[in-house]
C-alpha cells in the first residue's frame, strides 16, 4: 500500500511569511495526526483528526497555525505567520484507529515530513 | 502533563555487543508503548510495540515492558552500525478514544565497528 504523501520535502521561508503543507494518507485511515519535530527532541503533536473533525488541537498555537482536513481525506497545515522558532520538521502520521475496538494497539506511520526553515 | 523520558545519550556499543535502551513514563494508565528508529534527516520508523508486561521479541529486537514501574527498554542483540540512529518511546496514553503517541526525547546509539 502507497506511504504516507507529504509535501513539499523542504522550505525556506522568512520570518512574518506565511507557509502550508500538505499531506496525504494511506487510503483508508481515519485519523491523521501532525506532529512537530525540533532538532533534538522527539515530535510533539500538534493535531489529531478524526474523519474530517479535530480530536485534539490542544497543542496547536492557534495564534498562528491552523490545519483543515477537508472530505477526511487530505489534510493542509498553515503557519501565517512564521517565527524563527517553528523551524522544525513537520511530521504527518495517519492510522486506522476509530471506532474499531483494539485499534489503541497501533502504532502509525509517518510521512516523509517537511522541513520547514524560518530565516 | 503525560511524560515519556530518556536518556538522550549518545550510547556507544561496539559492533556485536547488546545495546539497552531505556524509558520511562508518567502516566500509570497507558495501554501500549512503542519504539521507533529514526535516522538521520529520516521520519521515525516503527520497529516495535508491546502491551502487556514481559518481554516482545522480534528478530534482534527484544521490548521489555514493566508497568507498575512505568518502564519500557528495547534491547538489540548483536548490534550492527547499521543499529546507528535515534531510538523513541513512544507512549499511547489512557482516555476513552485516545489514538495519540506521546514521544520521549530519544536516545542517540552509535554502534561502533
Known amino acids: 500500500e502507497a506511504g504516507v504523501a507529504q509535501s513539499p520535502r523542504y522550505k525556506i521561508i522568512e520570518k512574518r511569511q506565511s507557509v502550508a503543507f500538505w499531506c496525504n494518507p494511506i487510503s483508508g485511515h481515519a485519523t491523521l495526526y501532525w506532529y512537530q519535530q525540533i532538532l533534538g527532541q522527539g515530535p510533539k503533536l500538534l493535531i489529531q483528526f478524526q474523519n474530517n473533525g479535530v480530536v485534539d488541537d490542544s497543542q496547536l498555537p492557534k495564534d498562528r497555525f491552523s490545519a483543515e482536513r477537508l472530505k477526511g481525506v487530505d489534510s493542509t497545515l498553515k503557519i501565517q505567520p512564521a517565527k524563527l522558532e517553528d523551524s522544525a520538521v513537520y511530521l504527518c502520521?495517519?492510522?486506522?484507529?476509530?471506532?474499531?475496538?483494539?485499534?489503541?494497539?497501533?502504532?502509525?506511520?509517518f510521512g516523509s515530513g517537511t522541513r520547514l526553515t524560518v530565516v | 502533563q503525560k511524560e515519556v523520558e530518556q536518556n538522550s545519550g549518545p550510547l556507544s556499543v561496539p559492533e556485536g555487543a547488546i545495546a539497552s535502551l531505556n524509558c520511562t513514563y508518567s502516566?500509570?494508565?497507558?495501554?501500549?508503548f512503542f519504539w521507533y528508529r529514526q535516522y538521520s534527516g529520516k521520519s521515525p520508523e516503527l520497529i516495535m510495540s508491546i502491551y502487556s508486561n514481559g518481554d516482545k521479541e522480534d528478530g534482534r529486537f527484544t521490548a521489555q515492558l514493566n508497568k507498575a514501574s512505568q518502564y519500557v527498554s528495547l534491547l538489540i542483540r548483536d548490534s550492527q552500525p547499521s543499529d546507528s540512529a535515534t531510538y523513541l518511546c513512544?507512549?499511547?496514553?489512557?482516555?476513552?478514544?485516545?489514538?495519540?503517541?506521546?514521544f520521549g526525547k530519544g536516545t542517540k546509539l552509535s554502534v561502533i565497528p
Open positions: 502516566d500509570r494508565g497507558s495501554q501500549s
Open positions: 502520521a495517519s492510522s486506522l484507529a476509530g471506532s474499531i475496538q483494539g485499534q489503541a494497539n497501533y502504532g502509525y506511520t
Open positions: 513512544a507512549v499511547r496514553p489512557s482516555g476513552a478514544g485516545s489514538y495519540q503517541l506521546t
